[in-house]
């Protein structure tokens, strides 16, 4: 039976010791194994991207109606920072200062848990960008999107 490992030369040889072999994964010679997905199917998205980009829509859909949007900073964060003593929130919003543009923040963990599908957490998401750029332009969420808590 032929060995994989090649044997080591003798201890009193003057030849370098070989480098070692790297191993890869490619039992009964068929080669690397390649992406589960290719990169056009939806598949090959991360959860994490296919959350900013529910994100992006919602922004989208809203800065149509209000283009002074476009200088307010959109982020998703994976959780927010811990609170002692208050439930967890959705989202947040920071107005501007001197050197900063105005935030909105999603976060990305509390929403997902808090939607069963993707319908559900699109709606969520919408929402949750509503609330935070009414609370930003100092406006009721209806005024912001007509159809808020509609859907």
């Given at each position: 039976m032929d060995?994989?490992?090649?044997?080591?030369?003798?201890?009193?040889?003057?030849?370098?010791?070989?480098?070692?072999?790297?191993?890869?994964?490619?039992?009964?010679?068929?080669?690397?194994?390649?992406?589960?997905?290719?990169?056009?199917?939806?598949?090959?998205?991360?959860?994490?991207?296919t959350f900013?980009?529910?994100?992006?829509?919602?922004?989208?859909?809203?800065?149509?109606?209000?283009?002074?949007?476009?200088?307010?900073?959109?982020?998703?964060?994976?959780?927010?920072?811990?609170?002692?003593?208050?439930?967890?929130?959705?989202?947040?919003?920071?107005?501007?200062?001197?050197?900063?543009?105005?935030?909105?923040?999603?976060?990305?963990?509390?929403?997902?848990?808090?939607?069963?599908?993707?319908?559900?957490?699109?709606?969520?998401?919408?929402?949750?960008?509503?609330?935070?750029?009414?609370?930003?332009?100092?406006?009721?969420?209806?005024?912001?999107?007509?159809?808020?808590?509609?859907?």
């Amino acid at each position: 039976m032929d060995s994989p490992v090649p044997p080591s030369p003798p201890q009193n040889s003057t030849e370098p010791p070989a480098e070692p072999r790297v191993r890869r994964r490619d039992r009964h010679g068929r080669g690397m194994r390649g992406p589960v997905a290719p990169p056009q199917v939806p598949l090959s998205t991360s959860r994490a991207d296919t959350f900013r980009d529910l994100v992006l829509d919602s922004v989208e859909r809203l800065e149509r109606r209000w283009p002074q949007l476009a200088d307010v900073e959109f982020l998703v964060m994976e959780v927010p920072p811990p609170v002692p003593g208050e439930t967890v929130p959705l989202g947040g919003s920071a107005p501007a200062e001197k050197n900063d543009p105005a935030r909105v923040v999603v976060y990305r963990r509390p929403v997902e848990i808090r939607s069963k599908n993707r319908d559900e957490r699109a709606l969520l998401v919408h929402e949750v960008v509503v609330e935070q750029v009414a609370e930003l332009l100092g406006l009721s969420p209806e005024s912001v999107d007509p159809r808020y808590g509609q859907d």
